[in-house]
């Protein structure tokens, strides 16, 4: 809240602006470098950074955030189908759409708190996953999933459709549009999705950041720590958690259309319990609370998604190659249980250590890095007392 | 005098207890009035129903011409009655000042203002309440530290704080001292007789005679769920249903 506090932000604001502008160049090296993995990387960064505003302030536990996701990515198909395969009108459906979504089921289940809202969020998108998969499949499309087709009506652009399929674009800007640049000696893919996504989740996240900065986002921690006593401040906490509720309700459905502009298709798959937890997961990895943790949680969470499942056993032989041939089979055989179908292993050890050794996730690992880093490991009243000065000054 | 809370014929049963049983109150503006009785005898039952936390079986509680029965706490707060409860309820997670400044800004904003554009920086008059709040509670120095690293008497005096920037037109206090430092207790003996000073109502539930004789302009004491005394400190100190109360008979 104070001087310094403004200039950390700033700081953290310029960080992610450049962390999205040269992502096609910084994680080229490990092998992330290409445009459909990057997306995803912005996507559910977005994702997690509105997950964050609820869990992370308030400490509401929604295991069903994926259902906003799945009703996002239908309502932006739905709009490439029937009106336009320009984004704008589907990113802004998607949007209004899951936060009535996310109202309704708010409204429902915070009248409930700690474990019964985590199950009862968890019931309503389990319900939604098994409504798209039956009763709802004129609109879902059922187990094929939603997808672009040629009789579609399009209203606004159906004039200009030749044989193949339209692509998604914003005012004539497609989506796949990419530029391959041949820089540093590496090959890199300048794609104009990702550059649409990555530009809609700095807007996120410095949405998020102001919010966690307002006195709306003070309620929210003051809910975290004791709801009961702000009630009896004077606060009626209800309509705050059902605010928090609805905006990371709104993020997730955001997510979910942008899914849905890079890759025009939405399956119920996407509004699965597994779906739901994969975001706790990327919040609490990278830090739940923090400002960049969840970006940072979403993105390790899809690159070990996405690089350690692709891996296979052929493959573990040529990366230990230099040991000897007895070693180097012993070696392969257990660590490839940790690569390709088993990438779920790896990352769940890493999410037990990860919980166990660092409970503040990712960000607490690397805010002591930079406690050493600076020289003197600092107690935590010696840093509060210097805090309170600066406060009280 | 006018009475700012009239409370009438409260019942209130817990199972086959029978925690309050016909209690009857008149706290008088500008007064302070004091709650006292022997463990169990239902202060803290009677204060849980002015604010919201229990509703009574029968009766009635005026407070300022509103009646409090069947509001919700937060709808008590914002008629003006604050509240220092008998185990501390802070936000331990958060700053000495933030912990202040929620209850300024529910008294500014109302029970839900979605202020999620703005900035807490901003909130300059706020912080100004509350940083003045807490030098009045003699803790100005500590505004920066996380409320969790208090020591149980600091906490106190901290809620102290978070009642006081509200400017509320009735203080509850429920065991103010309990818990501090014999210098501390005097301290907060003197803040409060300087907040009553300036025409502040309060009720105060307290174990401790000294405080209960050092500020109580009136006294009620209440024994196994109702009022056997209600009457000025210095009728009530050789009063022998007083000390019937306290020492069960046992005449001295």
């Given at each position: 809240m104070t001087v310094e506090q403004s200039k950390k932000d700033k700081i953290m604001v310029i960080g992610v602006v450049l962390a999205v502008l040269l992502g096609p160049i910084i994680l080229n090296p490990f092998g992330a470098g290409y445009p459909d993995l990057l997306q995803k990387f912005v996507i559910y960064g977005i994702f997690a950074i509105g997950f964050n505003i609820l869990f992370g302030l308030t400490?509401?536990?929604?295991?069903?955030?994926a259902a906003f996701l799945g009703v996002g990515s239908y309502s932006a198909v739905w709009m490439f189908k029937?009106?336009?395969?320009?984004?704008v009108p589907a990113i802004i459906l998607a949007m209004v759409i899951s936060g009535l979504f996310a109202l309704l089921i708010g409204f429902i289940a915070l009248r409930r708190s700690g474990i019964y809202f985590s199950i009862l969020t968890l019931a309503f998108a389990q319900m939604s996953y098994n409504l798209a998969y039956s009763v709802l499949t004129p609109i879902t499309?059922?187990?094929?999933g939603l997808q672009i087709l040629?009789?579609?009506?399009?209203?606004?652009?159906?004039?200009?459709?030749?044989g193949a399929l339209p692509v998604t674009n914003l005012f004539g800007l497609n989506m796949n549009a990419t530029a391959d640049v041949s820089l540093l000696g590496m090959d890199i893919q300048f794609n104009a999705g990702y550059y649409i996504c990555g530009l809609i989740m700095i807007v996120a996240f410095y949405i998020a950041l102001r919010l966690f900065r307002s006195p709306f986002g003070m309620m929210l921690k003051a809910i975290k720590t004791n709801q009961n006593r702000l009630n009896f401040t004077g606060v009626n906490s209800r309509p705050y958690t059902l605010t928090a509720f609805v905006i990371s309700g709104i993020y997730a459905g955001l997510a979910g259309g942008l899914l849905a502009c890079t890759d025009p298709l939405a399956g119920a798959?996407?509004?699965?319990w597994t779906a739901s937890g994969e975001v706790v997961l990327m919040t609490i990895l990278g830090?739940?609370?923090?400002?960049?943790g969840p970006i940072l949680g979403a993105g390790v969470i899809k690159y070990f998604e996405n690089i350690f499942s692709a891996y296979n056993e052929s493959e573990l032989m040529d990366v230990f190659s230099f040991l000897p041939h007895w070693l180097q089979e012993l070696v392969v055989s257990v660590s490839?249980?940790?690569?390709?179908?088993?990438?779920h292993l790896t990352l769940g050890v890493l999410f037990m250590l990860i919980v166990i050794?660092?409970?503040?996730g990712l960000m607490e690992g690397f805010n002591r890095l930079v406690k050493l880093a600076r020289g003197g490991y600092r107690k935590d009243g010696a840093s509060a007392s210097a805090a309170g000065k600066v406060t009280a000054e | 005098m006018s009475s700012i809370l009239k409370v009438q014929g409260i019942n209130k049963h817990f199972g086959g207890l029978?925690?309050?049983?016909?209690v009857n109150l008149d706290v008088e503006q500008g007064k302070v009035h004091a709650i006292i009785g022997p463990n169990g005898a239902g202060k803290s039952t009677l204060l849980n129903c002015f604010i919201g936390r229990l509703t009574p079986d029968t009766g009635t509680v005026d407070f300022d011409g509103t009646s409090?029965?069947?509001?919700?706490p937060h709808e008590i707060n914002q008629t003006g009655v604050s509240r220092v409860f008998q185990t501390p309820e802070i936000f331990?997670?958060?700053?000495l000042l933030e912990n202040v400044m929620i209850p300024a800004l529910a008294k500014r904003d109302?029970?839900?203002?979605?202020?999620?554009?703005?900035s807490m920086a901003g909130e300059t008059e706020i912080r100004d309440q509350a940083m003045n709040a807490l030098s009045e509670v003699n803790m100005g120095g500590k505004?920066?530290?996380?409320?969790?690293?208090?020591?149980r008497g600091d906490k106190r005096r901290l809620e102290l704080a978070m009642a006081l920037v509200q400017n509320p037109k009735l203080l509850l206090l429920?065991?103010?001292?309990?818990?501090?430092?014999r210098a501390d207790t005097n301290a907060t003996i003197d803040l409060l007789k300087t907040i009553s000073g300036k025409g502040l109502t309060m009720v105060i539930i307290e174990h401790d005679m000294h405080v209960v004789f050092s500020l109580a302009e009136k006294i009620s004491v209440l024994a196994q769920g109702t009022v056997i005394v209600e009457d000025l400190p210095e009728k009530i100190k050789g009063h022998p249903k007083v000390q019937e109360a306290y020492l069960g008979g046992a005449h001295l």
């Open positions: 400490g509401y536990l929604s295991f069903g955030h029937l009106l336009s395969m320009n984004i499309n059922g187990e094929t040629h009789g579609d009506p399009r209203v606004l652009d159906a004039a200009v459709e030749d798959e996407r509004m699965q830090g739940a609370g923090t400002m960049l490839s249980l940790f690569v390709g179908e088993g990438w050794f660092l409970p503040g | 029978h925690a309050l049983n016909n409090l029965i069947g509001l919700k331990t997670e958060l700053t109302g029970a839900f203002k979605p202020s999620l554009w703005s505004a920066g530290m996380t409320a969790a690293s208090l020591s429920d065991e103010p001292t309990a818990g501090m430092a």
